[in-house]
């Protein structure tokens, strides 16, 4: 009989994480699913097995170690060193990826968790700065009330698989080692009902609109998310209920672009506030902690004199509030300076000889252009 050690080409002082990298190996390239049944391949894989199954258990390394095969098997040769284990062994070395061949899939026979559930809830900013309760409708899965969730019709009850005999699973002889397969018959649930309930068709389970109350946390943001835990489809038998995820998505304002924390809003400002100086009247948010002016919602900016467009007037603390602080962001009004239209003859005549009289002075940003404009065209043309 050959050392198990060298079955799997590994020398004796080999600890565990090399035996079963050893063994993983071999047992994949000696599988006789991989090499079309063949009989020498069944006898390799079998002896690779065995070795494997005697110096992975300390107890047993220890004997073979000093005693050779007869202190394994008491000398009677190869064959019985605990390969009746191959499935434990090759749900711990191979994992998930054998599992449902060996025997190590999941019952479905037992309570499961119902499914998680989605919704997307579509808010207006002012909802997600101020914070919100709002009433959203979802469909979900509940118990069916006219067979209590058995699935079976009123007076009757599920019966036990005769299949499977209740355990959900079904084995298979193949070669020297069974294979077990989720049951055709009861699809892994362990009992078979033969005269099911008309309301629910035997799942059990029945889907009904329910009213729920949300609420929405100030700050929110496009893509946050709320969870409700116990608020998605029921367990089927008897199992806990899954959660409800609500998605959030803020619809765009007509005034304002939220910038992180920050909103943003432009606001026209008349010509002649801009070159003399004054005030206008901004829209903001109102509604959130420590707004309680009946005014809350419009503020008041000082223009300064000679604004230019593009210039930003920023409000400390009135923009969006933080959902895991006391922070919050600013309000920037940007000015936009309008030039007025429809001038009449003594407007136009006015704003002549405005024109005639001012100077490079009161036009800066003109004259710095202009200056650059000249230094452009002089390199063009050579001049």
């Given amino acids: ?90 749900s711990e070395v191979f994992g998930s990826a054998f599992g449902d061949m060996f025997g190590g899939g999941q019952r479905r026979s037992g309570p499961a968790r119902g499914q998680d559930l989605r919704y997307d809830l579509e808010i207006t900013l002012e909802q997600a700065y101020a914070g919100a309760e709002v009433e959203i409708t979802a469909a979900t899965a509940i118990s069916c009330e006219a067979c209590e969730g058995s699935g079976a019709k009123p007076g009757t009850s599920p019966v036990t698989c005769p299949t499977c005999g209740g355990a959900g699973r079904v084995r298979a002889a193949q070669g020297f080692f069974a294979i077990e397969r989720t049951c055709p018959r009861c699809g892994g649930e362990g009992r078979t009902i033969s005269d099911p309930c008309t309301s629910c068709r035997g799942h059990g389970q029945v889907r009904r609109n329910r009213t729920l109350q949300v609420r929405i946390p100030a700050g929110v943001d496009d893509g946050s998310r709320i969870r409700l835990a116990g608020e998605g489809d029921s367990g089927a038998r008897g199992g806990p209920r899954g959660d409800l995820y609500i998605f959030v998505s803020v619809r765009p304002h007509d005034l304002f672009e939220r910038d992180g ?84 003859a003594r407007q136009k005549a006015l704003m002549q000889e405005f024109a005639e009289i001012s100077s490079e002075q009161q036009h800066p940003e003109s004259s710095g252009f202009l200056n650059r404009a000249r230094r452009f065209w002089e390199d063009v043309t050579g001049g």
Avoid at 1 to 14: C, F, Q
Avoid at 15 to 25: G, H, I, M, P, V
Avoid at 293 to 313: F, H, I, N, Y
Avoid at 314 to 336: N, Q
């Fill in 261 to 344: 924390l920050d909103l943003h809003c432009t606001v026209p400002v008349p010509m002649t506030t801009a070159v003399l100086g004054g005030e206008i009247e901004a829209p903001c948010l109102s509604g959130g902690q420590g707004e309680g002016d009946e005014d809350a919602s419009r503020l008041t900016v000082k223009v300064p004199e000679g604004t230019q467009t593009g210039r930003s007037v920023r409000i400390r603390g009135r923009g969006m509030p933080s959902l895991r602080s006391r922070e919050r962001g600013d309000l920037l009004v940007e000015l936009f300076v309008e030039t007025p239209t429809r001038l009449d």
């Fill in 1 to 90: 009989m050959r050392d198990y050690y060298e079955i799997l080409g590994v020398p004796r002082g080999s600890d565990e994480a090399a035996l079963k990298s050893a063994f993983r190996k071999l047992a994949m390239e000696h599988h006789p699913d991989r090499n079309g049944g063949s009989e020498e391949a069944s006898a390799r894989f079998k002896e690779i097995n065995e070795a494997y199954s005697v110096l992975s258990d300390p107890k047993k390394r220890a004997a073979y170690d000093q005693f050779g095969h007869a202190g394994v098997n008491g000398g009677q040769g190869g064959g019985g060193a605990g390969f009746t284990d191959i499935n434990d062994i090759f």
